[in-house]
Structure formats: structure tokens, C-alpha cells
């Protein structure tokens, strides 16, 4: 084998491990890049679904005050609801938004988890609707029966209401400790394959490099 065979030979070589190692670097860094917007969407949860929760007990203590003639301030409780309403569509889509190939790491059927988290606020809207009707006859009557069947009515719904968004943030509760944990196992292992792949680059690259030099002497 001549000398310039083996130069070739071994420059590609140099090629090839170069390539490769850093195929599996910029694919690990990718990786990283995923678990850090997975990180930041585990807070997103948090705070969107805190807000809809806050939103709808504020609206709930409102009613509790105006049945207990400490306010005749209606609106505050209808802009309240609004709020609410306008969390709760957003969360789906929001989810959705998020659907990619890193969220089936940590999650079995992320889409059909969506899809029942879709069903549950639809049924939740619709008893937010029936809440909005009885607080839109507070509003327009004098009559102080109706008045009570109203509160009472309203208020019943409200805390369904206030259940059923604690039971979806219990399920977004469980969603994120799979998420922290995916990233407590992922994370370690990443950055083992990166630098086991530096290592491997720079090691065969040296070795290359001596026998070119060994080579030309």
C-alpha cells in the first residue's frame, strides 16, 4: 500500500469520524434544545392553568358577595367569567401548539390526552354558559325570589365548575411530573453522549494526525 493511498485512506477516514461524531452532537444538542422548551412549556402549563382556576374562584367569591349584599357589582363578575372563558379555549390549543415528536418521550398518546382534555372543557364551558344565564337574570331583575333561586343556582354551578377545572389541573399536574422526570433522566444522558463523542473525535483525530506526521517524517 503506497503512501499516498494511505494518506487518502486516513484523511477520509478523519472525514468520516469528524462527520459522524458531529452528526451526533448537533443531534444531542437538538435534543437539549427540545428538553429546554419542554422546561419552559411545563411553566406555561402552570401559570395558564392557575390563571383559569384564579379567574373562576374570583368570579365565585364575587357571587357569594353579591348574594350577601357586600356588592351589587355585577360586572366584575360577568368580566370575571369572560377571563375564565377565554383561558379555558386557549388550553387545547395551546397544548396542541406542543404536539411534536418530544412530547411522545414522556407521554402515551399525547394526542388522545388532548383530545379528552378537549371533551372535558367542553363540558365545562356548557355549565359556564347555564352560569353566565342565571348571573344575566341577576342583573336584569328586581325580583328578590327569583334573585335567590338565581344566586343558588349560579352558585351550585360555580363550584362544579371550580371541581372540574381542579380535576384537569390535577391531570396537567401529573402531565408535568412525567415531563420533569423525562428531563431528569434525558438531560444526563445527552450530555454523556456529546462529550463521549468529543472525546471519540478528538482521540481518533490526534491518532490520525501522529500517523500523518510519523507518515511524512
Known amino acids: 500500500m503506497s503512501l499516498r493511498f494511505r494518506l487518502v485512506f486516513f484523511v477520509i477516514l478523519l472525514a468520516v469520524v469528524s462527520l459522524t461524531g458531529t452528526l451526533i452532537i448537533v443531534r444531542n444538542l437538538t435534543i437539549l434544545d427540545e428538553n429546554q ?31 350577601a349584599s ?34 411522545y418521550r414522556c407521554h402515551e398518546d399525547p394526542g388522545g390526552r388532548v383530545d379528552t382534555l378537549s371533551d372535558s372543557i367542553g363540558d365545562i364551558q356548557l355549565r359556564l354558559d347555564e352560569y353566565r344565564r342565571h348571573i344575566s337574570v341577576l342583573m ?27 380535576d384537569i389541573n390535577s391531570s396537567a399536574g401529573l402531565m408535568v411530573d412525567d415531563l420533569l422526570q423525562s428531563s431528569r433522566e434525558l438531560l444526563p444522558r445527552t450530555v454523556y453522549t456529546i462529550q463521549s463523542a468529543m472525546i471519540i473525535i478528538v482521540t481518533i483525530s490526534l491518532a490520525i494526525l501522529a500517523f500523518l506526521l510519523w507518515a511524512l517524517n
Do not use: W
Open 70 to 103: 357586600y356588592t351589587r357589582d355585577i360586572d366584575r363578575i360577568v368580566n370575571k367569567t369572560m377571563h375564565f372563558e377565554e383561558i379555558l379555549s386557549h388550553i387545547p390549543a395551546h397544548y396542541r401548539q406542543h404536539l411534536d415528536r418530544a412530547c
Open 140 to 166: 336584569t331583575t328586581n325580583d328578590a325570589k327569583a334573585q335567590i333561586v338565581r344566586h343558588g343556582k349560579a352558585s351550585v354551578i360555580g363550584e362544579e365548575i371550580i371541581a372540574a377545572i381542579g
Open 37 to 67: 422548551g419542554m422546561a419552559s412549556f411545563k411553566d406555561e402549563v402552570y401559570h395558564t392553568h392557575l390563571q383559569a382556576l384564579t379567574s373562576i374562584q374570583a368570579a365565585q367569591s364575587l357571587l357569594y358577595q353579591h348574594q
